[in-house]
């Protein structure tokens, strides 16, 4: 079956730690997303990747890394820096670039994330 | 900046009752415009993708159409069913953009027995 895992389901994260959030998919997908959903607001974009070894900050990268070694993986990192890292983290992909024919996007099942 | 609203923000029927959850954008130069359907605590299903030369897109009970020039999109379900309740989230993406989907905050709908 192609589809998008992510991993774990459910985090807790002590203040001042780092934690990383693994998104995998076997859609041979180009272009791979980080959102994060928080109660009463659209999910907003976090970092995106088009290509192996390559990636871009979104709206809201302060405090967050990611690394895009290999076109099935990508994890993100939440440091120490993020002031409000609870949220829900929703991992994407898709064929192609956003905005083109191929752009169409396809969710994981999210990471929950509180911080203790 | 794009925005994208959705109203209303919740919204109960009864079953088998045809419903319609709207969508609107406030720049008109988009390529796609997806709906999506999250149920409580789980990932985006996406249900539909309209390109920006497309009018409507249909999927079984789902239908779903695009007014570029009015800045609107609609999702109309057909005889909804209890297992229709979720909350639908459309987004836009810009022409050309390699970046982002903009999301509306979603309708919350509950369809009752």
């Known amino acids: 079956d192609g589809g998008i895992t992510q991993s774990p389901k459910y985090l807790f994260r002590k203040e001042g730690q780092n934690v990383t959030l693994s998104c995998e998919q076997n859609?041979?997908?180009?272009?791979m997303y980080w959102y994060r959903q928080d109660p009463g607001q659209g999910l907003r974009l976090i970092y995106y990747?088009?290509?192996?070894?390559?990636?871009q900050k979104g709206d809201i990268a302060e405090g967050y890394s990611v690394s895009r070694e290999k076109k099935e993986s990508f994890p993100l990192t939440v440091t120490s820096a993020q002031k409000n890292p609870t949220a829900f983290y929703l991992c994407?992909?898709?064929?192609?670039?956003?905005?083109?024919?191929?752009?169409?996007?396809?969710f994981g099942p999210g990471t929950r994330l509180t911080v203790l | 900046k794009q925005e994208v609203t959705q109203i209303p923000a919740a919204l109960s029927v009864p079953e088998g009752e045809n419903l319609v959850l709207n969508c609107s954008f406030t720049?008109?130069?988009?390529?796609?415009l997806q709906w999506f359907r999250q149920d409580p605590g789980k990932g985006l299903t996406s249900l539909l993708l309209?390109?920006?030369?497309?009018r409507e897109q249909t999927s079984g009970r789902l239908n779903a159409s695009l007014d570029k020039s009015s800045g609107r999109s609609t999702l109309y379900i057909a005889a909804s069913q209890p297992g229709d309740s979720a909350t639908y989230l459309c987004?836009?993406?810009?022409?050309?953009?390699?970046?982002?989907?903009?999301f509306g905050t979603g309708t919350r709908l509950q369809v009752t027995l």
């Open positions: 994407a992909s898709s064929r192609g670039l956003a905005g083109g024919p191929m752009g169409e996007q396809f």
């Open positions: 859609l041979n997908h180009d272009a």
């Open positions: 990747s088009q290509i192996v070894n390559d990636f």
């Open positions: 720049d008109s130069a988009i390529y796609n």
């Open positions: 309209i390109q920006s030369s497309q």
């Open positions: 987004a836009v993406s810009l022409s050309g953009t390699a970046s982002k989907l903009t």
